[in-house]
């Protein structure tokens, strides 16, 4: 158990539609990664916030947002969802800023959009 | 952006066998990290390794920065190594804490 939590674990939902995602970091981690996993794209960086503020960029779509909130749990918003949109969203969770540090995964939300 | 290719793309392997995986980059990183994730999904970061060599058990790894490669080595395997390997880069030109991940290495160890 990597002490972060996701929920919910399974998401089906329709193309056109909005969901949003959880994460809670482990205690004491302040950074928050979200990342996405599909078959057409592979593993993709998505964003970073650190102690509520976005500190890095990916390849997230303007159709998502994510925010980090005073208690450090995330967010991830999906709107007018798409076929694409399939995928399974990892969170992950690290203790700074720095590279060096060592990211720990949650089990990951699988998004089905039929 | 940074390229980043894995290779092999599969490998099968006998419990006990020694195997390399390799990640080549197309430019300076001033991060590299490999993860592996197992049967279930779920996802772990084995190694910070932008430069240099590191050891963590039976893996280890090591990047050669200024030839644009790293290599994660796996001794002894069991078949709890199997799953898909990834490394991941973030290039000296794209914005701070901007990961690209490779394409992965599926791993498979019989008994």
């Known amino acids: 158990d990597s002490g972060v939590t996701q929920t919910p674990k399974h998401l089906i939902t329709a193309t056109g539609q909005r969901v949003t995602l959880r994460c809670s970091p482990r205690?004491?981690?302040?950074?928050v990664y979200w990342y996405q996993q599909s078959l057409d794209q592979g593993l993709q960086f998505l964003i970073q916030y650190y102690n509520g503020e976005e500190r890095a960029k990916g390849n997230i779509l303007e159709r998502f947002s994510a925010q980090q909130f005073p208690d450090l749990h995330s967010e991830l918003n999906l709107s007018s969802l798409e076929l694409g949109d399939s995928a399974l969203y990892f969170c992950?969770?690290?203790?700074?800023?720095?590279?060096?540090?060592?990211?720990?995964f949650g089990p990951g939300t699988r998004l089905t959009v039929l | 952006g940074i390229q980043v290719e894995q290779s092999p793309p599969d490998l099968i392997l006998q419990e006990g066998a020694n195997s390399t995986l390799r990640c080549n980059f197309s430019d300076s990183v001033n991060n590299l990290q490999w993860f592996h994730q197992n049967p279930w999904g779920q996802l772990i970061n084995l190694f910070y390794?932008?430069?240099g060599t590191k050891q963590n058990g039976r893996l280890s790894a090591t990047t050669v920065a200024t030839e644009r490669y790293s290599l994660l080595y796996i001794s002894s395997s069991q078949t709890t190594d199997s799953g898909v390997y990834f490394c991941a880069v973030e290039g000296t030109t794209d914005s701070w804490g901007k990961f690209q991940f490779g394409a992965g290495t599926q791993v498979v160890v019989t008994p």
């Open positions: 992950a969770s690290s203790p700074s800023l720095a590279r060096a540090d060592t990211q720990y």
């Open positions: 205690s004491g981690d302040l950074s």
């Open positions: 390794i932008p430069s």
